[in-house]
C-alpha cells in the first residue's frame, strides 16, 4: 500500500503546526506539551481533538485503553465546522440497536456516499430502495447451484494450476515472499475469474502489476486519507486534480474504461451462446437472468467494483493475519492438522486435489474456530460508519443528534474485555468450540467481522468455504515460517491490512 504523497504530508504538517502553535500559547512546560500530544481524547479549542488524530495517524488501532476508560463509547471531536464529529462505540448493545432493532434510522448516508463516490449505486454504498433488490440477486446467484459451481471450479484452478505451483517454486528456491502480496494476487485473480472476466494472472513469479489491480490500490488508499482530513481538503484536492484525489479519478476512470469492455463482451458471449449452461459467472448471471430492471451498464460497473473489493481484500487479509497467529502458536497448527488428517483423508498427489465438498470442510470444527479467533482480533473491516437519519438514544444512554455520525470500532471491539473476558487479547480458537465439540456460535452483533442485520455480509459462507480451502491446502504441504524479528503492525485502512507485509518461507512438508 503506498504511502501518501506530498500534499497529503503538507496538510497533516500544517495541522501540526497550528496544533504546536496553540500548544506554545501555554505556559511552556515539555512534559504536559508531550503527554497533551499523546493523548487522544484531549478535546483543543477550534482544533477539537484533531492534533491528537496526527500525532496518532499511523496509530489509530491503539484505542482499546481509551475505550475502556470510556465506558465503550466516546464522542470524538473534530475541528469545528471540518464534519469530522462523531460517536466511537464498541458497545455491543449499541450495535445491536443501530444494526438491527433500530435499523431504519440508521443509514449509510450521505456523507458516506460522497466518500466512497467510486463505488456508485453497488450494495457497498448504497441506501435507497435499489439497495433491496441488488441484495435478492447477490441472494439469488449465492444460492444457486450453477454460481457454486463455478466458484468451487474456480478457485479449485487457481489453487491447483497456480498458488500451489507457485509455492513449490518458492520452496525450492527458498525466496523469501510477501505473503500479504501473495494472498492478494490470489484473490484478485480469483475475483476477476468469478465476475467471468479474462484471468489478469496477477499471481506469477514476476508479481507483476496489472492496472487494474494498481487502481483497486489507489482507491482504498485514497478512501482512507479521505477519512482522515476535512472535507474541505479532500474536496479542493479532488478539483486541483492533486495526490491521491487525482490517483481515485484515474482509478475511477480505469474502472469504467475495463468494465465497459468486459460487460460489452460479456454481453456479445451470452448472444453468442458461448456461455456453459452448467456454470456461470457473476457477470453471466446478472445479465443473462435479468434480476436487475433495468440492468445498465453503469450498475454492472458498481456491481463488479463492489465484489473486487469485497472479495479480493477481505479474504487476503484473513489469511494474512491468520497465518502470521498461527506461527505464534504451534500447538494451533498441530491441532489443525490431525483435525485435517482426521476428517479430510488425501488421496492422490497434490497436483489431482484441490477440491473440497463445503459440507466436507464442514467437519472443521477447530479450524473454524481458528478463523473466527482470527477475525476477532484482526477483522478485515476495522470499521463501520452509519448516519442517523433522527435525533435518538442509543442503549448506552448517548444522545444521538440527526445527521450524526457513529462510527463501530470493530477492531477494537474484538479486543474489549468487558466483551470477551480477561483473555480477550489472547488467541484461544477454543473459545469458538463448544462443550459438545461443536461450533460455538456468538451473536453476529458481537462478533462483529461480517456485519449484522439486514445489512450483513451476504459472501460470509462463500468466504469461510474460500479460507478453509485455502488454508488446508498450504497446511498440508507446507511449513510456513514466518522470518523473525520483523514488525508487524496494521495499515490504518478501510481494510485490516499488515502495514509491512509480511515476510514469510516456505517448506515443502513430506
Ligand atoms: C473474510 C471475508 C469477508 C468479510 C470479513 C466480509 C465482511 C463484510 C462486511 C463487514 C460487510 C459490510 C460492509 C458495509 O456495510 O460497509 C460486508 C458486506 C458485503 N459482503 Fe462481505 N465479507 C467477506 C467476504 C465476502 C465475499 C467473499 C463476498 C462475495 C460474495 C462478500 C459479499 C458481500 C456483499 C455483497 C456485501 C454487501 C451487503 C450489503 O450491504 O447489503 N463478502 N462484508
Redesign the pocket.
Known amino acids: 500500500m503506498s504511502s501518501f504523497g506530498l500534499f497529503e504530508a503538507s496538510i497533516v504538517f500544517f495541522c501540526f503546526l497550528i496544533s504546536y502553535y496553540f500548544l506554545i500559547k501555554k505556559p511552556f512546560d515539555y512534559f504536559k506539551i508531550k503527554k497533551t500530544l499523546q493523548s487522544y481524547p484531549w478535546n483543543w479549542p477550534i482544533l477539537g481533538m484533531f492534533p491528537g488524530l496526527v500525532v496518532r495517524l499511523n496509530r489509530i488501532y491503539d484505542g482499546v485503553e481509551i475505550l475502556e476508560n470510556y465506558n465503550m463509547t466516546f464522542p470524538f471531536k473534530g475541528p469545528w465546522f471540518a464534519g469530522m464529529d462523531m460517536l466511537v462505540t464498541v458497545d455491543p448493545a449499541n450495535v445491536h440497536y443501530i444494526m438491527s432493532s433500530n435499523f431504519s434510522n440508521y443509514i449509510?448516508g450521505p456523507a458516506f456516499q460522497e466518500v466512497f463516490e467510486v463505488f456508485g449505486n453497488g450494495?457497498?454504498n448504497s441506501d435507497s430502495e435499489r439497495?433491496n433488490n441488488l441484495?435478492k440477486c447477490?441472494q439469488a446467484m449465492?444460492h444457486d447451484p450453477r454460481f457454486q459451481r463455478f466458484t468451487i471450479f474456480a478457485t479449485r484452478n487457481k489453487l491447483k494450476d497456480e498458488l500451489l505451483p507457485l509455492l513449490d517454486h518458492f520452496a525450492k528456491e527458498g525466496t523469501v515472499v510477501d505473503l500479504q502480496d501473495v494472498f492478494r494476487r490470489f484473490t484478485f485473480d480469483a475475483a476477476l475469474v468469478t465476475l467471468g472476466v479474462p484471468d489478469p494472472r496477477s499471481l506469477s513469479v514476476q508479481m507483476a502489476n496489472d492496472e487494474l489491480f494498481k487502481a483497486v490500490e489507489d482507491v482504498e488508499v485514497a478512501m482512507v486519507y479521505r477519512h482522515l482530513i476535512p472535507r474541505f481538503m479532500w474536496k479542493l484536492q479532488n478539483r486541483m486534480g492533486l495526490g491521491q484525489e487525482k490517483k481515485l479519478t484515474e482509478a475511477d476512470a480505469t474502472f469504467g474504461r475495463l468494465c465497459g469492455k468486459y460487460v460489452s463482451d460479456k454481453r456479445d458471449e451470452i448472444r453468442n451462446e458461448v456461455t456453459n449452461e452448467e456454470v456461470v459467472d457473476l457477470l453471466t448471471f446478472f445479465i443473462k437472468f435479468e434480476l436487475l430492471d433495468p440492468i445498465d451498464d453503469k450498475l454492472l460497473r458498481d456491481v463488479f467494483v463492489?465484489?473486487i473489493l469485497?472479495?479480493r481484500d477481505?479474504?487476503a487479509s484473513?489469511l494474512t493475519w491468520f497465518f502470521w497467529l498461527l506461527s505464534e502458536k504451534p500447538h494451533v497448527v498441530t491441532k489443525i492438522h490431525h483435525e485435517i488428517q482426521e476428517n479430510l483423508p488425501r488421496s492422490g498427489s497434490s497436483k489431482e486435489r484441490p477440491s473440497y465438498d463445503p459440507a466436507e470442510l464442514d467437519k472443521l470444527v477447530y479450524l473454524h474456530g481458528a478463523l473466527c479467533e482470527s477475525?476477532r482480533l484482526y477483522?478485515?473491516?476495522p470499521f463501520?460508519r452509519r448516519s442517523a437519519i433522527k435525533q435518538d438514544v442509543l442503549p448506552s444512554g448517548h444522545k444521538v443528534d440527526a445527521n450524526s455520525t457513529i462510527m463501530i470500532f470493530v477492531y477494537v471491539m474484538g479486543k474489549m474485555r468487558a466483551v470477551w473476558g480477561e483473555d480477550a487479547l489472547e488467541f484461544k480458537p477454543e473459545r469458538w468450540v463448544s462443550a459438545t465439540g461443536g461450533i460455538r456460535h456468538e451473536p453476529a452483533y458481537k462478533f462483529f467481522?461480517?456485519?449484522a442485520g439486514p445489512?450483513?455480509?451476504?459472501?460470509?459462507n462463500?468466504?469461510m468455504t474460500?479460507?478453509k480451502t485455502v488454508v488446508v491446502e498450504i497446511l498440508q504441504n507446507y511449513d510456513v515460517e514466518v522470518v523473525k524479528g520483523q514488525k508487524t503492525e496494521p495499515f490504518s485502512g478501510l481494510i485490516l491490512h499488515m502495514k509491512h507485509g509480511l515476510r514469510v518461507k516456505f517448506n515443502k512438508r513430506c
Open positions: 449509510k450494495l457497498l439497495t441484495r447477490y449465492l463492489g465484489f469485497a472479495f477481505t479474504i484473513t477475525m477483522p478485515p473491516v463501520q467481522a461480517f456485519n445489512r450483513a455480509c451476504l459472501g460470509k462463500m468466504a474460500q479460507l
